[in-house]
C-alpha cells in the first residue's frame, strides 16, 4: 500500500473541517481533508433553513452547555462573530440580522460553503470526499499519526501526519453524513465520552399533552419555557408530534429523560390576577370571556378542556377566587412531562461529545495524546440556537489551527 505525507489530515469537511483547513493552510501547510460523504459541508447548506444562521452577534459562554461550562471561553475570546463577519464581508455575501442578533444570508447558505471551499482552494487545501476511514494508529517513535482509508470504488491506502484533527460533528442527521466515528477515535486513544443526547430538538409525548398537540397541530403562540436550569421566553409551536418551536427548542438543551419542563402560556399576564379583578368587574363573565383576548379560539377551547372544564359555564361570580388562582397557576406554570425527543433524526445538534477536560482550551489538542485535535460539535460543547453552533465551530476551527499552523 502506497503512503503519502501531510503536516495535518482534518476529518470531516464540515463547518469545522474546512474552517480549520483553510486556515492551517495558510500557515504553509500542507493539508487534506477526507470525508465520507459524497458532497463537503451538508449541514451548512440545511442550515438556518436554507439561509445559514452563520453566527449571533451576542456571543458569551453563558450561550453554550456542556460538563465544562469554562471551557469555551479561551476559543472564543480569540475569535468571535466580528471575525466571520469580516470574512464574510470579504467575500461580499449579503446578510442580514433576523432577531437577537441572529445573522442570515440574504440569498442562501450556499454562500458559506463556497466561501469557505474558495478559501480551501486559494490555501492549497486538497479535499478527498467519498473516502471512509478504516483506521488509525499513532506512531510514537516517528511521531505520526498512520491512516487507512478507502476511497468509494478504489483501492484502499495508507496517508501519514503529524497532526490528526477530528471533525466530524456529532450524531444529528445521519443521512447529512453523520457518525460516531470521532467518539471512536477518542475512546481509542484515551479519552472519555460524556454521554450523547440529540439536543436543539422537538419534545414528543404519549400522554393527553400528545393528543392536545395533535389537535392543535400548526397553532403558535409566545410562551416562556422554563425548568430548573433555564428559561426562554420565545416562540412555541405545536405540532402532529408534539411540541417544537423556539422554546422548545432551546430547553431541550438542559432537559433530560423523566424530567418534568413547564410552560407559562401567558407570559405578559398573572392570569389568577386577571381572573380575580374579572371577577370584580364581570362577575357574570365567563373564564373563557376573560382570556379570548390572549389566546385563538381552538386553543382557547382546548385549555378550558384540560384547565377549567369543570367551571367552564359557571359564572366567574360563582367560582371560589381560590379556584381562579388555582387555574391562572395552570396557565403561568404548565407543568408537562416529555416522553422523549424527535431524536437524532431531526435534532439540529448533539449535547455530550469528547470530554472537554481531557482537551487544551486553548488550542484544542488532546491531554491523552499529543498531535491529536477535536474541533467542533464532536466536542461536549452545544450552542443555544441562534448561530451559535457554528460560532463554535468557527472558534474551535481557529485555536487548533493557529497551534497547527505555527507548530514547526
Ligand atoms: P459537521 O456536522 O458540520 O461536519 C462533520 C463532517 O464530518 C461531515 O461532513 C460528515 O460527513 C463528516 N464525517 C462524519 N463521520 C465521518 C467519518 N466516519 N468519516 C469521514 N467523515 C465523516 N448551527 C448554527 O449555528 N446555525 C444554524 O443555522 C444551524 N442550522 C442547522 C440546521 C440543521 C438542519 C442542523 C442539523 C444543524 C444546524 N446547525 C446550525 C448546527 C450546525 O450545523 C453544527 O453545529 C455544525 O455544522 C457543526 O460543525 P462540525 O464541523 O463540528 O460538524
Known amino acids: ?25 495558510l500557515y504553509g501547510k500542507q493539508v487534506l481533508v477526507l470525508d465520507h460523504a459524497n458532497k463537503a459541508g451538508k449541514k451548512i447548506l440545511m442550515s438556518g433553513g436554507g439561509r445559514c444562521n452563520f453566527v449571533n452577534l451576542h456571543i458569551t459562554p453563558n450561550e453554550f452547555v456542556g460538563q465544562n461550562r469554562h471551557f469555551v471561553k479561551s476559543a ?23 432577531s437577537h442578533g441572529e445573522l442570515f444570508c440574504d440569498e442562501s447558505s450556499k454562500d458559506i460553503l463556497n466561501m469557505l471551499l474558495d478559501e480551501c482552494a486559494d490555501a492549497g487545501v486538497e479535499i478527498r470526499l467519498n473516502t471512509s ?39 444529528s442527521i445521519p443521512t447529512l453524513g453523520a457518525s460516531g466515528f470521532g467518539y471512536q477515535v477518542a475512546t481509542q486513544f ?20 400528545g393528543e392536545l398537540a395533535r389537535q392543535l397541530a400548526g397553532v403558535s403562540l409566545d410562551v416562556i419555557a422554563f425548568n430548573d436550569k433555564a428559561s426562554f421566553a420565545l ?36 392570569v389568577a390576577t386577571l381572573l380575580v379583578t374579572a371577577k370584580k368587574s364581570h362577575p357574570k363573565q365567563l373564564i373563557r370571556t376573560v382570556l379570548s383576548p390572549y389566546f385563538p379560539k381552538k386553543l382557547l377551547m ?19 377566587d ?23 433524526r431531526v435534532a439540529e445538534v448533539t449535547r455530550g461529545g469528547v470530554n472537554t477536560d481531557e482537551i487544551k482550551g486553548k488550542t484544542m489538542e488532546s491531554k491523552c495524546c499529543s498531535g491529536l485535535y477535536f474541533i467542533g460539535e464532536v466536542l461536549d460543547v452545544a450552542g443555544h440556537l441562534g448561530g451559535f453552533n457554528f460560532m463554535w465551530a468557527w472558534a474551535s476551527a481557529y485555536a487548533c489551527s493557529e497551534a497547527v499552523g505555527m507548530d514547526w
Request: aromatic fraction near 10%.
Open 1 to 25: 500500500m502506497s503512503s503519502q505525507e501531510f503536516d495535518a489530515i482534518i476529518i470531516g469537511a464540515g463547518a469545522s473541517g474546512l474552517f480549520c483547513a483553510f486556515h492551517t493552510a
Open 76 to 98: 472564543l475570546s480569540r475569535y468571535g462573530s466580528e471575525d466571520f463577519i469580516k470574512l464574510v464581508q470579504k467575500h461580499g455575501i449579503a446578510y442580514h440580522e433576523k
Open 133 to 171: 476511514i478504516d483506521g488509525v494508529v499513532k506512531d510514537e517513535q516517528a511521531d505520526r499519526f498512520v491512516l487507512s482509508v478507502c476511497p468509494k470504488n478504489a483501492k484502499p491506502y495508507r496517508l501519514g501526519c503529524r497532526h490528526l484533527i477530528i471533525a466530524t460533528g456529532g450524531l
Open 190 to 209: 484515551g479519552h472519555t465520552i460524556v454521554p450523547t443526547e440529540a439536543s436543539l430538538v422537538p419534545f414528543t409525548f404519549t400522554d393527553k399533552v
Open 235 to 270: 416562540p412555541m409551536l405545536f405540532t402532529h408530534r408534539g411540541l417544537s418551536g423556539p422554546a422548545m427548542l432551546q430547553l431541550s438543551n438542559y432537559w433530560q429523560l423523566g424530567e418534568t419542563i413547564g410552560v407559562n402560556l401567558l407570559p405578559t399576564h398573572d
Open 302 to 320: 382546548a385549555l378550558q378542556e384540560l384547565f377549567w372544564q369543570a367551571v367552564a359555564e359557571l359564572e366567574l361570580a360563582n367560582i371560589k
Open 322 to 344: 381560590k379556584q381562579l388562582k388555582d387555574i391562572g397557576r395552570l396557565i403561568n406554570a404548565w407543568q408537562i412531562k416529555p416522553s422523549g425527543t424527535e431524536g437524532y
